[in-house]
C-alpha cells in the first residue's frame, strides 16, 4: 500500500487539519466511539436483583391463582332437574269431571242405574282417570266396578242404594286367605262398589252416602236360605293409594269396607252405621293383608255377631 504525504502550505492550514475530525486517520489510528454508560455499584446491583427476583414471584403467583380461577370458572355446571311443566307455565288439563245424570242416570231410587254408572266409569277409564260426581239423589243400582285414576264423589244429599235381589250381584271366586269360601263352600257375591288391581282410586264427597240396604240378607242369612258368602258394600283388591273420605256407609250385607293386599290406604271423615242388633257380621273396616293403612277420625255405630 502506498503512503500519501500531504502537504500544507500555510499555518491556517495545518492548523485546520489538525482540529479535523478526520485527521489522525492514518494508519493504525483508527479510533472507536463507545456510548457512556454510569458506572453501577455491587450493592445496587444486588437491589436491583431482588427486586426483579419479588415481581417474579409475584407475577408467577397471580398467574397460578389466575389459572385456578379460569378452571374453576370452566367446570361443567352441575346438572338441574327439569322444570315442571306447570313450572314453565304451560297449560296442564285438569282431570274430567262427569255427572252421573249425562249417561242416563236418575236418583229417584226405583229406576236402575247400573248402566249409567258402568258407561261413567268405562268413559274414565278411556280419558285415562277422571272424576264421577253422584248429585243429591237416590241412586238404585247393581253391583260395578271402578277403575284407577278415579274419583267417586258423592254431592251432599246423594245416597246410592244397593239393589237387595241378589241375583243381580255377581259372583267371584273366594279369597286364598279364606280357604273354600267364608259362610259357604265355593263362590261368594261380589261388592257392591269393587275395585281390583287399580291405582290412585278415591271415594270422597260432602258426606253423601253408600247404602248396601242390607236388611234383607240379613233376613236371608239367619234364614240360611243363601247358597253363598254374602258380598261386602266397598271392596278394594290388590289395589294402592285407596283414600276413602267424607262419606257415609252403611246397611252393607256384609263387612262394610274390606281392603285385601292393598297398599296405601288412607281412611279418614268416615261414619259406618249398622244397627244395634240383627246385622250380623257387618264389620266396619277390615284390612285385610294390607301394608301402610291409616284410619283416623271414623266413627262407627255398629255390633258384630256370629
Same mark, same amino acid.
Request: charged share 15%.
Given at each position: 500500500?502506498?503512503?500519501?504525504?500531504?502537504?500544507v502550505?500555510?499555518?491556517?492550514a495545518?492548523a485546520?487539519v489538525a482540529?479535523?475530525p478526520?485527521a489522525?486517520l492514518g494508519?493504525?489510528?483508527?479510533?472507536?466511539h463507545?456510548?457512556?454508560?454510569?458506572?453501577?455499584?455491587?450493592?445496587?446491583?444486588a437491589?436491583?436483583?431482588?427486586?426483579?427476583?419479588i415481581?417474579?414471584a409475584?407475577v408467577?403467583?397471580?398467574?397460578s391463582?389466575?389459572?385456578?380461577?379460569?378452571?374453576?370458572?370452566?367446570?361443567?355446571p352441575?346438572p338441574?332437574?327439569a322444570?315442571?311443566?306447570?313450572?314453565?307455565?304451560q297449560?296442564?288439563?285438569? @282431570?274430567?269431571?262427569?255427572? $252421573?245424570?249425562?249417561?242416563?242416570? =236418575?236418583?229417584?231410587?226405583? %229406576? /236402575?242405574n247400573? !248402566? #249409567?254408572?258402568v258407561?261413567?266409569v268405562?268413559?274414565?277409564?278411556?280419558r285415562g282417570?277422571?272424576?264421577?260426581?253422584v @248429585?243429591?239423589?237416590?241412586w $238404585?243400582?247393581?253391583?260395578?266396578? =271402578?277403575?284407577?285414576?278415579? %274419583? /267417586?264423589?258423592? !254431592? #251432599?244429599?246423594?245416597?246410592?242404594?244397593?239393589?237387595q235381589d241378589?241375583?243381580?250381584?255377581?259372583?267371584?271366586s273366594p279369597l286364598?286367605s279364606?280357604?273354600?269360601g267364608?259362610?259357604?263352600?265355593?263362590?261368594r257375591?261380589?261388592? /257392591?262398589i269393587h275395585?281390583?288391581?287399580?291405582k290412585?282410586?278415591t271415594?270422597?264427597g260432602?258426606n253423601g252416602?253408600i247404602?248396601g240396604q242390607?236388611?234383607?240378607?240379613?233376613?236371608?242369612?239367619?234364614k240360611?236360605?243363601?247358597?253363598h258368602t254374602?258380598g261386602?258394600?266397598v271392596q278394594?283388591?290388590?289395589s294402592?293409594?285407596?283414600?276413602i273420605?267424607n262419606?257415609?256407609?252403611?246397611?252393607?250385607?256384609?263387612?262394610?269396607?274390606?281392603?285385601?293386599?292393598c297398599?296405601?290406604?288412607?281412611i279418614s271423615e268416615t261414619?259406618i252405621?249398622?244397627?244395634i242388633?240383627?246385622?250380623?257380621n257387618?264389620?266396619?273396616?277390615?284390612?285385610?293383608?294390607?301394608e301402610?293403612v291409616?284410619i283416623?277420625?271414623?266413627?262407627?255405630?255398629l255390633?258384630?255377631?256370629?
Open positions: 500500500m502506498v503512503e500519501t504525504a500531504v502537504a502550505s500555510s499555518p491556517r495545518a485546520a482540529s479535523s478526520r489522525g494508519r493504525g489510528g483508527a479510533q472507536h463507545r456510548r457512556w454508560a454510569p458506572a453501577i455499584s455491587p450493592s445496587y446491583r437491589i436491583l436483583l431482588a427486586l426483579w427476583l415481581g417474579f409475584l408467577f403467583l397471580w398467574q391463582t389466575s389459572f385456578g380461577r379460569v378452571r374453576l370458572y370452566t367446570r361443567q352441575v338441574k332437574r322444570p315442571s311443566v306447570a313450572a314453565m307455565g297449560w296442564v288439563a285438569s @282431570p274430567p269431571v262427569y255427572d $252421573l245424570r249425562e249417561f242416563g242416570g =236418575l236418583g229417584d231410587g226405583r %229406576t /236402575l247400573t !248402566a #249409567a254408572f258407561a261413567a268405562a268413559a274414565i277409564a278411556e282417570g277422571g272424576r264421577l260426581v @248429585p243429591a239423589g237416590r $238404585l243400582t247393581a253391583p260395578f266396578n =271402578l277403575t284407577s285414576k278415579m %274419583t /267417586l264423589f258423592l !254431592a #251432599a244429599g246423594s245416597e246410592i242404594l244397593g239393589i241378589e241375583r243381580y250381584w255377581p259372583l267371584m286364598p279364606y280357604g273354600y267364608r259362610e259357604h263352600k265355593g263362590p257375591y261380589g261388592s /257392591l275395585g281390583q288391581d287399580l290412585d282410586v271415594i270422597t260432602h252416602t247404602n242390607g236388611q234383607s240378607w240379613w233376613i236371608k242369612f239367619r240360611k236360605v243363601l247358597n254374602r261386602p258394600l278394594l283388591m290388590r294402592s293409594n285407596i283414600t273420605s262419606v257415609t256407609l252403611r246397611d252393607s250385607p256384609f263387612w262394610t269396607l274390606h281392603t285385601y293386599d297398599k296405601n290406604v288412607t261414619t252405621l249398622a244397627p242388633a240383627g246385622a250380623p257387618t264389620d266396619g273396616i277390615d284390612p285385610d293383608s294390607c301402610n291409616v283416623k277420625t271414623a266413627t262407627f255405630l255390633v258384630m255377631m256370629g
